[in-house]
């Protein structure tokens, strides 16, 4: 597999566990694993890159792990910035894509146009 090809980690153990990814989600091992997240020092209840504390979300930073996870491989994100958070990552610059630098470059434009008086 291509170094960086997260998406690649996940095609291949959802393949080999003949499972979906919805399935998965349903699954004993992500329960869990979001319940270790959730007493973690990695989980702050609010989103990531916007800082909302609503409709919040757990995302996989990588799936080079998926079905062994690390705690610290997940981010919580809300709703709004998890579903922008995916179409970046599904976008054509997917290769180029880096989790964190995307991150900086939404949160830098969020602070942006909070700082920018209306009209």
């Not at 007493?39 to 990588?62: E, F, P, V």
């Amino acid at each position: 597999m291509a170094k960086g090809s997260t998406w690649n980690y996940l095609k291949t153990y959802l393949g080999k566990n003949n499972i979906t990814y919805n399935k998965y989600l349903k699954s004993p091992h992500w329960y869990n694993l979001k319940i270790r997240f959730r007493k973690s020092s990695y989980c702050k209840n609010q989103c990531w890159i916007c800082g909302s504390k609503q409709n919040i979300n757990i995302h996989h930073k990588t799936y080079r792990r998926i079905g062994k996870e690390w705690v610290s491989d997940l981010i919580e994100l809300c709703r709004t910035c998890h579903k922008e958070v995916h179409e970046v990552e599904k976008s054509n610059t997917a290769r180029q894509f880096r989790l964190s630098k995307t991150h900086h470059r939404i949160k830098k434009q969020k602070r942006k146009l909070r700082s920018t008086p209306p009209g």
